[in-house]
């Protein structure tokens, strides 16, 4: 099971729901998370602007006024859902699985506002009780575990105590991170970095899943990195051919297609022939397209490592400003 997290910080750009449409189409996750959305009256229009799958379902939080906000969205080819629990700040979906196992994930975004905060604590203490002994739930808690989850002098040690409570109450896993220490940063001179967005699982969901690691995410469109928490030794199959709009902007492309279309022919039936010239037409198209510009899947993923590695160096309290050239 795959399962990316995101806070987002707001979904009205175009660009950046585009960013994260595309970082959603490269991870192929099972469920996805978005917090913090700031947006409201979600539509299946807005909802393809993200994930364009046919396959998708989906659940949405309103925003309260400009903050807040969640959307929990769900490939139905792996897991499909029984029921939706909205609640201030929450959303609770139970998921049935094709051997009819039946689990609860609940998606979360904290306040940052000390009143609303002891209400988000008693919503998860209830909801405790209603998702039972086979449980995840991820994303924006706005606080931190330990102090040295943040760089920050003084960290809000009642908070952190409150978090540490529920989580032994509840009898909860908190995976550990592997490529990275923190999952926010206030992008500012005087930097403060804070690790607020986290999965937490109990063990009988672990105990169907196996346990899971959480992955840190290249941090393209928001001050949060995306999160994938994935099983151990994920293995990625080839990347599918794909093929790139600037490709079109060649005036000699159209040129290339028709004359590899043309020159092809396979026997069979009509629809096995079509197959087949396609293949074709997709494995010349590979071997050209060294001339119709870069490699963009290529560069585009060599600019997201780059990316990482100076968030890594952020972590340290030094960048070599030699690396900032992307």
């Known amino acids: 099971m795959n399962i990316l997290a995101w806070n987002v910080r707001g979904l009205g750009s175009a ?12 991870l192929c ?10 947006s409201s009256s979600i539509n299946n229009k807005f909802i393809k602007s993200l994930w364009s799958s046919i396959s998708i379902a989906w659940a949405s939080l309103d ?9 929990l969205l769900w490939d139905q080819l792996s897991t499909s859902a029984v029921e939706v629990i909205c609640g201030h ?18 998606g979360v975004y904290s306040p940052v506002k000390q009143k609303k905060r002891k209400l988000f ?8 009780g209603l998702c039972g002994p086979i449980w995840l739930l991820g ?12 760089s920050s002098a003084n960290p809000p040690q009642t908070g952190m105590n409150k978090f540490n409570h529920f989580i032994d109450f509840a009898g909860l896993i908190d995976p550990f991170m592997n490529n990275g220490q923190y ?9 403060v970095l804070s690790r607020i967005n986290r999965f937490l699982y109990s063990k009988g969901w672990s105990d169907k899943f196996s346990h899971h690691h959480i992955k840190r995410l290249p941090r393209a469109c928001s001050d949060h990195y995306p999160i994938l928490l994935e099983p151990p030794n994920q293995q990625w199959g080839h990347c599918p051919f794909r093929l790139e709009n600037l490709w079109l902007q ?8 028709e004359a590899i279309w043309s020159s092809g022919s396979s026997d069979g039936y009509l629809g096995y022939a079509l197959i087949k010239k396609l293949n074709t037409l997709a494995q010349d198209i590979k071997r050209l397209r060294k001339n119709f510009g870069p490699n963009i899947p290529r560069e585009k993923a060599k600019i997201m490592e780059k990316i990482l590695s100076i968030d890594k160096q952020e972590e340290t309290g030094f960048i070599d400003k030699t690396d900032c050239h992307l």
């Open 121 to 128: 604590w008693q919503e998860l203490f209830d909801l405790n």
């Open 139 to 150: 994303e924006d808690f706005n606080i931190y575990r330990w102090s040295h989850e943040t």
């Open 250 to 257: 060649d005036k000699h492309f159209q040129q290339h297609i």
């Open 29 to 38: 996750p099972d469920i996805v998370i978005l917090s913090e959305t700031k």
């Open 183 to 191: 999952t926010w940063s206030n992008l500012r001179p005087h930097i």
């Open 63 to 71: 925003a309260s006024g400009a903050s807040g906000g969640i959307i």
């Open 15 to 26: 660009s950046k729901r585009a960013t994260i449409k595309d970082t959603i189409t490269s």
């Open 89 to 106: 700040f929450s959303i609770s979906v139970h998921f049935k699985l094709a051997d009819n196992f039946t689990w609860w994930l609940t």
